[in-house]
């Protein structure tokens, strides 16, 4: 919780001068603290969360703040759209259905021809965009902590982030839990060139 506040304040700073605060990180449960502070400066603000794991548990290892409970904590405070999900436990599942959250599985965007434009619909306005790196399939990204199979590929993950910058008013973004190998640099290679592609749609 400390270091949420840390981060809120941080942020804060940056939105003040109407910059754009890019985060990285880390562990996920520092988007929270930068989610609060951009809405703050922007109160109709919404968050497109790209993952693997759903991350809507109320608690995890007793912590209402954790990684498995960051996505939860910001669905408290606005608007969130998840993209990419395949695990979840079964309390997210029971959870899920019951609250506002627009959540799409990795299984929809690989098998449904215009799931980039039905996912963009749910989306307006502010945003926010959270990237947690094992969204993407172990093949191209085996640096993270948790990977799970069936993941988004490259040009997927691309093309969302393009045309939700080119719809949207992207107001901050974070990319988290990129967790290096020795002898494998590939992995952060690409998280340095998703960084800048991104940065390059929002700036176009």
């Known amino acids: 919780k400390n270091m949420i506040s840390a981060v809120r304040k941080k942020i804060s700073r940056i939105v003040a001068t109407d910059k754009i605060p890019v985060m990285l990180g880390g562990e996920h449960s520092i988007t929270l603290g930068a989610v609060q502070a951009v809405k703050e400066k922007y109160p109709k603000l919404s968050v497109l969360q790209l993952d693997a794991h759903a991350d809507l548990r109320d608690s995890y290892q007793g912590s209402p703040y954790s990684h498995a409970s960051v996505a939860r904590r910001i669905s408290e405070i606005c608007p969130l759209v998840q993209v990419g999900i395949r695990s979840m436990s079964p309390e997210e599942g029971d959870f899920l259905p019951k609250s506002?959250?627009?959540?799409?599985?990795?299984?929809?965007?690989?098998?449904?021809?215009?799931?980039?434009?039905?996912?963009?619909?749910?989306?307006?306005?502010?945003?926010?965009?959270?990237?947690?790196?094992?969204?993407?399939?172990?093949?191209?990204?085996?640096?993270?902590?948790?990977?799970?199979?069936?993941?988004?590929?490259?040009?997927?993950?691309?093309?969302?982030?393009?045309?939700?910058?080119?719809?949207?008013?992207?107001?901050?973004?974070?990319?988290?839990?990129?967790?290096?190998?020795?002898?494998?640099?590939?992995?952060?290679?690409?998280?340095?060139?998703?960084?800048?592609?991104?940065?390059?749609?929002?700036?176009?």
């Open 100 to 204: 506002k959250v627009k959540s799409y599985s990795a299984d929809f965007v690989l098998e449904t021809k215009n799931w980039c434009e039905k996912v963009s619909k749910d989306l307006q306005g502010d945003v926010f965009v959270t990237i947690d790196l094992d969204v993407f399939d172990p093949s191209i990204m085996a640096s993270t902590g948790t990977p799970e199979p069936g993941g988004l590929y490259w040009r997927y993950v691309l093309r969302l982030l393009k045309v939700v910058s080119q719809k949207c008013k992207i107001r901050g973004f974070d990319v988290v839990e990129l967790a290096p190998v020795s002898g494998n640099i590939a992995p952060d290679f690409m998280t340095a060139k998703l960084i800048y592609r991104f940065m390059g749609y929002i700036t176009k």
